[in-house]
C-alpha cells in the first residue's frame, strides 16, 4: 500500500490546508516516557507518516535498544549496518546512518541490540550526556533539512534518553490512561526539569498525547481530567483509542496509517498531526 492512500478525500480534507502552515524553525522532539507499553513508539511512527503524508519532511531516531520504530517502519535487520549505536559511539557520522523509508519525506536512523550497552559504554566517554546533541551539531545541515527530528527513546530514564533530552528542543509525552501513569509523569516532569536545570535550558514541553484511551472505562476519563487540570493545554485534545488494528500493524512491518488507514487509531493519530500542525501555526508567545 502506497502513502498515496492517504489521500483518500475525507483525510485530504481534514490535512490539506495544514500542509501550508507557518512553520516557526525545526524541531526536535524526544518523544519520552519511562514506562513501556504505553503507546510511545507507535505514537513516534504514526505520527511522523501523518506529518509526511502532508509533505513534511521527517527524521526519526531509532533511540530504543528494541528498535521497535525500525522494525514498525519495515527496515531490516541486514539493512541496519549503520545505526543510532554506531553514531553514539562516534564511529559514524549521523547522516551516514540516515535510511529512507518506504513512506515519502520520512527518513530514520535505525536502532540495533547494540544499543543495549551503550550506557555502560558511555560511562568513562567525555561528554556522555551530549554525545547525541555533538552528532547533531556535526550532522548541521542534514538536520536542517527535515522539519521535524523525533527520538523515540527506551523506555527508561538513562543515559540514551539523557542524551534525547540534552539534544531535543522540547518533549513528546504519550500517557497511558491508567491509574499508576501519573506518578510516572511526576517523576517524568521532574527529571525534565533537571536537564532544563543543568544540560538544556532550551528543553520545553511539546505536549502530552492520551493513549489508550477506553472509553468503556470511567478510569480513563478521570485520568484525563487529572492530566488536563494539572498541564493545561500542553495535553492535546485529541486521545488515541485502544485499537486491535493499531496494535497489528508493526507485525506487518508498517504504520497504522498504512496498515489501516480508516481504524479508529489511524484517524487518531491523523487527528494528532492536525492539531500539532494547528499549534505550530500560533503566535509564539
Do not use: W
Not at 119 to 143: G, H, S, T, Y
Not at 257 to 263: A, E, F, G, I, Q
Amino acid at each position: 500500500m502506497s502513502v498515496k492512500t492517504l489521500s483518500d478525500q475525507s483525510i485530504e480534507a481534514t490535512l490539506a490546508e495544514l500542509a501550508k502552515a507557518t512553520e516557526r524553525g525545526r524541531r526536535v522532539i524526544a518523544v519520552v516516557n519511562q514506562k513501556g507499553g504505553v503507546g510511545k513508539t507507535t505514537t513516534a511512527i504514526n505520527l511522523a507518516t501523518a506529518l509526511a503524508a502532508v509533505k513534511k519532511s521527517v527524521l526519526i531516531i531509532d533511540l530504543d535498544p528494541q528498535g521497535n520504530a525500525s522494525t514498525g517502519l519495515g527496515v531490516e535487520m541486514r539493512d541496519r549496518k549503520r545505526s543510532s549505536y554506531e553514531v553514539l559511539m562516534g564511529d559514524v557520522a549521523l547522516r551516514e546512518a540516515i535510511l529512507a523509508t518506504s513512506i515519502p519525506g520520512l527518513h530514520i536512523v535505525p536502532s540495533t541490540i547494540d544499543l543495549s550497552g551503550a550506557e555502560l559504554e558511555l560511562v568513562p566517554m567525555e561528554r556522555r550526556n551530549f554525545r547525541l546533541r555533538d552528532a547533531f551539531f556535526d550532522a548541521d545541515q542534514a538536520i536542517k533539512s527535515y522539519d521535524y527530528v523525533l527520538i523515540d527513546c527506551p523506555p527508561s530514564l538513562n543515559l540514551l534518553t539523557l542524551n534525547a533530552l540534552t539534544a531535543a528542543k522540547s518533549v513528546l509525552v504519550p500517557l497511558q490512561c491508567e491509574f499508576f501513569a501519573l506518578e510516572g509523569l511526576s517523576l517524568l516532569l521532574k527529571t525534565i526539569e533537571r536537564v532544563r536545570a543543568n544540560f538544556n535550558p532550551d528543553l520545553d514541553i511539546f505536549g502530552i498525547v492520551l493513549t489508550m484511551f477506553d472509553r468503556r472505562n470511567n478510569l480513563s476519563d478521570q485520568v484525563a481530567a487529572d492530566v488536563r487540570s494539572y498541564l493545561g493545554d500542553k495535553v492535546y485534545d485529541t486521545v488515541i483509542p485502544r485499537n486491535v488494528r493499531v496494535s497489528e500493524a508493526p507485525s506487518h512491518g508498517k504504520p497504522a496509517l498504512l496498515y489501516d488507514y480508516k481504524c479508529a487509531g489511524s484517524q487518531a493519530y491523523i487527528k494528532l498531526a492536525t492539531e500539532v500542525l494547528r499549534r505550530e501555526r500560533r503566535p509564539a508567545a
